[in-house]
């Protein structure tokens, strides 16, 4: 079992930046891909960034290159998601999830793909 929880939403203008933080509960983070996705409001959830389990990989939606960042600690269970540039059409409840040993983009761009989510925080982007 493995809980998520995330961190570091909130109220940003646009061209701004924020930092989300996904802390992992368990010992066996590392076996796990960590992946972003988003939903807002009316919207489906999307896939915004994915890091393999070994971290040889990251992965983006087209919609965020160049402009996020994917990045994981194993030393303290965290994956984190700097939002740089970000624009009024960012603005959705950001999640955390965990696949275990995932590796391909195929795997880590689907939401159904992933073993366990976080409740989400949200990020708010005025104009």
């Known amino acids: 079992q493995v809980q998520l929880v995330e961190s570091g939403g909130g109220l940003v203008q646009a061209g701004g930046s924020l930092r989300l933080s996904c802390a992992a509960s368990?010992?066996?983070?590392?076996?796990?891909?960590m992946g972003w996705f988003r939903q807002a409001p009316g919207k489906e959830r999307e896939f915004v960034a994915a890091?393999?389990?070994?971290?040889?990989?990251?992965y983006y939606a087209d919609s965020v290159k160049g402009r996020f960042t994917i990045s994981r600690d194993n030393a303290v269970n965290t994956v984190y998601l700097r939002m740089d540039s970000l624009k009024p059409e960012d603005t959705a409840v950001y999640y955390c999830?965990?696949?275990?040993?995932?590796?391909?983009?195929?795997?880590?761009?689907?939401?159904?793909?992933?073993?366990?989510w976080g409740q989400g925080t949200q990020v708010t982007v005025s104009s």
């Open positions: 999830a965990a696949k275990l040993w995932g590796n391909t983009g195929a795997e880590l761009t689907a939401a159904s793909r992933y073993n366990y």
């Open positions: 890091v393999s389990w070994s971290g040889g990989s990251t």
């Open positions: 368990g010992r066996t983070f590392s076996s796990y891909a």
